[in-house]
């Protein structure tokens, strides 16, 4: 809801210049096409090079289905490196654990603009409550190191500010939580008197504040962690304030989604599905396919260089007018044992050494679980290929089966493009080399003949001048056949 205040939000109503437009009289967010609001977190895989990462892959749901209140869209942007976890901005750490507690209520604080935060001298290396009485109510208060009736406090010239531009309804909601940081449980009683929908539910289950009750005041557990709350993200004991990343921009709107954009806007697949909702109505439901290439980044920020230490992950999104959902499945890294060759393999007197080149070319994978129903030419199993049986779990599965894929766009005649892999066979042992290929044109629709490729393996002990290569001539699919 991009015209929803989010944590830690103090807007004033006449706005700042430049950078924030104000708030209405019913207490919303004017002009909320020029806000933002992301998430992120910390990568465990840093070193990409040494990985191979070479795709940010995922599905995501239309997010124009019938039931959406979204009509025009927005974008939606990741951020690949180094991004600050200072949320409050102060350049201090916050984290609940630091605060005084019941068993130790002298714990030295700080006061800063953003609200209280522990004494950094006093830093606790363990990541946990003290639960030495069993309660977590002095700790688990969020970021700023405040509860409700503080906040109240605290903030009381930013309340006052506020209180003759809002509504009185308006008002009592800020006032009730100034900060909007509190935690609701998704089986909270209001939420079940009033029959909320799942999405109203989880509104508020990333809120800071309570979100550690030990209680079950409801007959169950209301917790969303046991684990106190901290602005260091990656666990390495430091704040990291750097912005420096790649950025990547994918335009998430009607006209740049369906199964013609397929090609650009880094969409490489659709999925239709007709499904019985719980309300024993027939939908049907489309998943997109998005391929990020991770070195053809939009834009480079805080002179990043390479991909040798991406720590982090930012989604963000902006442009936004209307509420909108996005559900994402199966959002991860792609690495692979194969990498493109990055030298010319162009032959002696074809192409002239120093011609610059416009080819584009990529490797990635494709499935039979992903792409069994990929437009305009589907994946299907090559022939004689029989996929396995998983015998390791309760019910039998037969294992995905994928194959690489390299495209190729702007190729020159005479020119070529490969991608290897380090091997150590002895092919002694061996008497054939089988290998399936298919061929198939680009999105463009460019024409592509039978015959105008050809497909050739080379096995050595390098990729120049000691191998033997093998050389056959495609022949190409042709569109909308199996």
Same mark, same amino acid.
């Given at each position: 809801?991009?015209?929803?205040?989010?944590? $830690?939000?103090?807007?004033?109503?006449?706005?700042?210049?430049?950078?924030?437009?104000?708030?209405?009289?019913?207490?919303?967010?004017?002009?909320?096409?020029?806000?933002?609001?992301?998430?992120?977190?910390?990568?465990?895989?840093?070193?990409?090079? !040494?990985?191979?990462?070479?795709?940010?892959?995922?599905?995501?749901?239309?997010?124009?289905?019938?039931?959406?209140?979204? @009509?025009?869209?927005?974008?939606?942007?990741?951020? %690949?490196?180094?991004?600050?976890?200072?949320?409050?901005?102060?350049?201090?750490?916050?984290?609940?654990?630091?605060?005084?507690?019941?068993?130790?209520?002298? %714990?030295?604080? %700080?006061?800063?603009?953003?609200?209280?935060?522990?004494?950094?001298?006093?830093?606790?290396?363990?990541?946990? /409550?003290?639960?030495?009485?069993?309660? $977590?109510?002095?700790?688990?208060?969020?970021?700023?190191?405040?509860?409700? #009736?503080?906040?109240?406090?605290? *903030?009381?010239?930013?309340?006052?500010?506020?209180?003759?531009?809002?509504?009185?309804?308006?008002?009592?909601?800020?006032?009730?939580?100034?900060? #909007?940081?509190?935690?609701?449980?998704?089986?909270?009683?209001? #939420?079940?008197?009033?029959?909320?929908?799942?999405?109203?539910?989880?509104?508020?289950?990333?809120?800071?504040?309570?979100?550690?009750?030990?209680?079950?005041?409801?007959?169950?557990?209301?917790?969303?962690? +046991?684990?106190?709350?901290?602005?260091?993200?990656?666990?390495?004991?430091?704040?990291?304030?750097?912005?420096? $990343?790649?950025?990547?921009?994918?335009? %998430?709107?009607?006209?740049?989604?369906?199964?013609?954009?397929?090609?650009?806007?880094?969409?490489?697949?659709?999925?239709?599905?007709?499904?019985?909702?719980?309300?024993?109505?027939?939908?049907?439901?489309?998943?997109?396919?998005?391929?990020?290439?991770?070195?053809? /980044?939009?834009?480079?920020?805080?002179?990043?260089?390479?991909?040798?230490?991406?720590?982090?992950?930012?989604?963000?999104?902006?442009?936004?007018?209307?509420?909108?959902?996005?559900? /994402?499945?199966?959002?991860? @890294?792609?690495?692979?044992?194969?990498?493109?060759?990055?030298?010319?393999?162009?032959?002696?007197?074809?192409?002239?050494?120093?011609?610059?080149?416009?080819?584009?070319?990529?490797?990635? #994978?494709?499935?039979?679980?992903?792409?069994?129903?990929?437009?305009?030419?589907?994946?299907?199993?090559?022939?004689?290929?029989?996929?396995?049986?998983?015998?390791?779990?309760?019910?039998?599965?037969? @294992?995905?089966?994928?194959?690489?894929? !390299?495209?190729?766009?702007?190729?020159?005649?005479?020119?070529?493009?490969?991608?290897?892999?380090?091997?150590?066979?002895?092919?002694? !042992?061996?008497?054939? @080399?089988?290998?399936?290929?298919?061929?198939?044109?680009?999105?463009?629709?460019?024409?592509?003949?039978?015959?105008?490729? +050809?497909?050739?393996?080379?096995?050595?002990?390098? *990729?120049?001048?000691?191998?033997?290569?093998?050389?056959?001539? !495609?022949?190409?699919?042709?569109?909308?056949?199996?």
């Amino acid at each position: 809801r991009p015209e929803e205040r989010g944590q $830690y939000n103090y807007e004033v109503p006449e706005g700042a210049g430049g950078i924030s437009a104000g708030l209405t009289v019913e207490g919303a967010l004017a002009d909320p096409s020029s806000r933002w609001g992301g998430i992120q977190r910390a990568l465990t895989t840093t070193d990409f090079e !040494m990985a191979n990462i070479e795709y940010l892959q995922f599905w995501l749901m239309d997010p124009f289905n019938e039931d959406s209140e979204n @009509l025009t869209g927005g974008d939606f942007y990741i951020n %690949l490196g180094n991004v600050s976890e200072d949320v409050l901005n102060d350049s201090q750490l916050s984290y609940e654990n630091g605060l005084p507690s019941a068993n130790n209520p002298d %714990l030295p604080t %700080l006061e800063g603009v953003w609200g209280v935060y522990p004494d950094p001298t006093t830093f606790n290396v363990v990541n946990a /409550f003290d639960n030495t009485s069993g309660d $977590y109510e002095l700790q688990d208060v969020g970021l700023d190191g405040l509860p409700d #009736a503080a906040e109240q406090g605290f *903030f009381s010239e930013w309340l006052s500010n506020i209180a003759d531009w809002v509504t009185p309804d308006a008002y009592a909601d800020i006032v009730s939580d100034p900060s #909007a940081d509190n935690f609701r449980y998704f089986r909270d009683p209001e #939420a079940q008197a009033n029959e909320e929908t799942i999405l109203q539910r989880y509104e508020r289950f990333n809120g800071y504040e309570n979100n550690s009750n030990t209680g079950s005041p409801n007959g169950y557990p209301i917790t969303s962690t +046991t684990i106190p709350n901290t602005e260091d993200i990656n666990q390495d004991i430091t704040l990291s304030t750097i912005e420096s $990343y790649f950025q990547y921009k994918v335009s %998430l709107r009607p006209q740049d989604l369906g199964e013609y954009n397929i090609g650009s806007n880094y969409i490489t697949d659709t999925f239709e599905q007709v499904v019985t909702t719980a309300d024993d109505q027939d939908r049907t439901i489309r998943w997109y396919q998005f391929k990020i290439p991770v070195r053809e /980044f939009d834009n480079r920020v805080g002179g990043i260089t390479d991909f040798r230490s991406i720590r982090f992950i930012r989604m963000f999104m902006k442009g936004w007018s209307e509420p909108v959902t996005l559900r /994402f499945a199966r959002l991860e @890294l792609i690495r692979g044992e194969w990498r493109r060759y990055l030298e010319s393999l162009a032959g002696p007197q074809e192409v002239e050494p120093d011609d610059p080149s416009s080819t584009s070319f990529a490797i990635s #994978a494709v499935n039979i679980e992903e792409n069994g129903n990929r437009e305009p030419v589907p994946y299907v199993t090559p022939p004689g290929i029989i996929r396995e049986i998983d015998v390791g779990t309760a019910n039998q599965r037969r @294992l995905n089966e994928q194959s690489l894929e !390299m495209a190729v766009c702007g190729l020159k005649d005479g020119d070529a493009r490969g991608a290897y892999r380090n091997i150590n066979f002895d092919m002694r !042992m061996y008497k054939r @080399l089988r290998m399936y290929v298919h061929a198939e044109a680009g999105p463009d629709g460019t024409p592509l003949n039978d015959d105008d490729l +050809t497909c050739f393996i080379r096995l050595g002990n390098d *990729f120049e001048n000691n191998y033997y290569e093998y050389e056959i001539p !495609m022949k190409v699919t042709p569109w909308n056949t199996g």
